[in-house]
């Protein structure tokens, strides 16, 4: 299993962001995709979770995220985003894509990208 995180990169105060994030296999032929999540980490701190979609098509905000920023995932074609608007020096970090596998048996896996840094310049 690999996750590909795009579209990070240098933005201004005020501007918006946009992250794509593609899986490649699967863990197994009976695994699916439980949820699929954004966390990021700026330096120094520790790895926060931004947003979270599930399976159903449920989604939740972190605070610091609420209000500005879309979650969306493809879980037949692998594939998720985050939209985040009205960005602050604050919002600088490596965002990293995470999906939550899970099997017939009761099994998950978590599995994560590489990471794709966003800078947020005044």
């Known amino acids: 299993v690999q996750l590909q995180a795009s579209g990070g990169g240098l933005v201004q105060a005020g501007g918006s962001l946009a992250l794509s994030c593609a899986v490649s296999g699967m863990p197994s032929r009976t695994s699916s995709i439980n949820s699929m999540s954004w966390y990021r980490q700026a330096p120094g701190k520790g790895r926060e979770l931004v947003a979270t979609?599930?399976?159903?098509?449920?989604?939740s905000y972190a605070e610091s995220a609420k209000g500005r920023s879309t979650i969306s995932g493809d879980n037949a074609k692998k594939t998720m985003s985050l939209k985040m608007n009205g960005l602050t020096l604050e919002d600088s970090a490596v965002y990293y894509c995470?999906?939550?596998?899970?099997?017939?048996?009761?099994?998950?896996?978590?599995?994560w990208g590489q990471g794709t840094q966003v800078t947020v310049s005044s």
């Open positions: 995470n999906v939550e596998f899970g099997g017939p048996t009761g099994w998950s896996l978590s599995s």
């Open positions: 979609i599930t399976s159903s098509g449920r989604t």
